[in-house]
């Protein structure tokens, strides 16, 4: 089973009083919303309704349709990835060698594959812990939302949630050395959607900007990772959170047209906010610890960084058109642009590729490009 190293102190024993490690597990978020009953059948939205055939057809299973008797050396697997890609292990964070005074300076070939399995193993990590809290968001829009269709559709989003944590957890637990918490920004934007009794800022915040980061990152992923379960677990989820993202879209769609000046407004402001800290997310806070670093430092390097600023950049490019789609970049003069003009992401507001296509020839070369560090040879094979 996967238990997140806490971070607290350890557990009691059973004949001692205060919280078990299991109630240190547990974390509440009180939220008051209404829940919502419609007596309406009456199947009326088209695009819901196919949406929901196709998820219904598209259902797979963890435990048969992924070969989880794949061996995976995790130091191989980075060693390979780096071969096969021609960027070093470590980056975009290897890039801090150029830093005078760096506090890498000293690390050796065998740290930087150590800190990459590591850095591997932190984005796991909070892609299992984004997963639960979509499976969260989408219980709370089944309930919330007023259409019969968007509950149905909204039911498969939850299986699909509760599969892509299992699959995310099992992948940690016997793969990978260790799982990492909850990365602070993301607990936090979690948070801040499910107390919101707003039902369509569940939605801006969890499948349009939450989910949006995710599939490029599981995409960047795809595209760089040479594991073969690994890529087939990817593959897997990123069909399904395609619909997700569809999902939030057509229903916001519905809304947003007609919503008030005012309350657009808080939207845009909502879906910036939501950006700015994932935005912070980027930094890995969780892992720097491990390595002797104080998160303080890398704050202030790595963001300087151009080839971090390239990654983190990549990491919206399936946020900002889905932002344009639903009328929020020019809303009031265009407050929203400005936003991304300044955050330096508003050239993907037309992008229509898929994850998959952003990966080797957008994401690798940018990044890399920057570094100057030696690339290794390109993989002969
Ligand atoms: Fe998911
Ligand atoms: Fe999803």
């Given at each position: 089973?996967?238990i ?5 102190a ?7 009083t205060?919280?078990t ?9 009180r ?9 309406d059948?009456?199947?009326g939205?088209d ?9 219904k057809?598209?259902?797979w299973?963890?435990?048969d349709?992924?070969?989880?008797s ?5 130091e ?7 071969e ?11 890039s ?5 005074g760096?506090p890498?300076a000293?690390w050796n ?7 990459a399995v590591?850095?591997?193993?932190a ?5 299992l812990?984004?997963?639960?809290g979509?499976l ?6 089944v309930e919330s939302?007023?259409?019969i269709e968007?509950?149905?559709y ?9 599969r892509?944590?299992?699959a995310?957890?099992?992948y940690l637990?016997e ?7 909850v ?12 107390r919101d009794e ?7 915040g ?8 995710a599939l490029a ?5 795809l595209?760089?990772?040479q594991?073969p ?8 989820v990123?069909a399904d959170?395609a619909?997700?993202?569809a ?5 916001l769609?519905?809304?947003?047209d007609?919503l008030?000046?005012?309350d657009?407004?808080e ?9 700015d800290?994932?935005?912070r997310?980027?930094l ?7 390595f002797?670093?104080e998160?303080?430092e890398?704050e202030t ?12 950049r990549?990491l919206?490019s ?8 639903l009328?929020l970049?020019d ?5 929203l642009?400005?936003?991304f ?7 993907y507001?037309?992008?229509e590729?898929t994850?998959?296509?952003l990966t ?8 890399f ?5 030696d ?6 094979d």
């Amino acid at each position: 089973m996967t238990i997140t190293e806490l971070q607290t102190a350890g557990g009691n024993s059973e004949n001692q009083t205060g919280p078990t490690e299991f109630d240190l597990l547990m974390d509440s978020v009180r939220a008051e919303f209404d829940t919502q009953f419609t007596w309406d059948y009456e199947r009326g939205h088209d695009g819901l309704n196919r949406l929901y055939e196709k998820a219904k057809r598209s259902q797979w299973n963890v435990s048969d349709d992924l070969d989880w008797s794949t061996p995976v050396d995790p130091e191989h697997m980075i060693r390979l990835q780096a071969e096969a890609t021609g960027i070093p292990a470590g980056m975009p964070a290897r890039s801090l060698l150029d830093v005078k005074g760096s506090p890498v300076a000293s690390w050796n070939e065998d740290q930087w594959v150590d800190f990459a399995v590591h850095s591997q193993a932190a984005s796991l990590s909070q892609f299992l812990h984004g997963e639960q809290g979509a499976l969260l968001c989408t219980a709370r829009l089944v309930e919330s939302v007023p259409w019969i269709e968007a509950k149905y559709y909204g039911a498969t989003q939850v299986v699909d949630e509760a599969r892509h944590v299992e699959a995310f957890a099992r992948y940690l637990d016997e793969k990978m050395p260790t799982t990492y918490p909850v990365n602070e920004n993301l607990k936090s934007l979690l948070d801040t959607v499910l107390r919101d009794e707003r039902w369509d800022l569940v939605y801006l915040g969890m499948q349009v900007v939450i989910e949006g980061l995710a599939l490029a990152a599981f995409g960047l992923m795809l595209g760089t990772t040479q594991e073969p379960l690994l890529k087939q677990m990817l593959k897997y989820v990123m069909a399904d959170e395609a619909r997700h993202v569809a999902f939030g879209i057509l229903s916001l769609q519905e809304i947003y047209d007609d919503l008030p000046a005012a309350d657009f407004r808080e939207r845009q402001e909502f879906a910036y906010e939501a950006c700015d800290m994932m935005r912070r997310r980027t930094l890995n806070a969780e892992l720097w610890p491990r390595f002797g670093i104080e998160n303080a430092e890398i704050e202030t390097l790595l963001p300087r960084q151009s080839s971090q600023q390239a990654l983190q950049r990549l990491l919206f490019s399936k946020i900002v058109p889905n932002c344009k789609k639903l009328g929020l970049l020019d809303h009031r003069d265009g407050w929203l642009r400005e936003r991304f003009q300044e955050m330096g992401v508003i050239q993907y507001e037309d992008w229509e590729n898929t994850a998959e296509a952003l990966t080797i020839g957008d994401a690798v070369e940018p990044i890399f490009a920057n570094s100057t560090n030696d690339r290794p040879p390109p993989n002969e094979d």
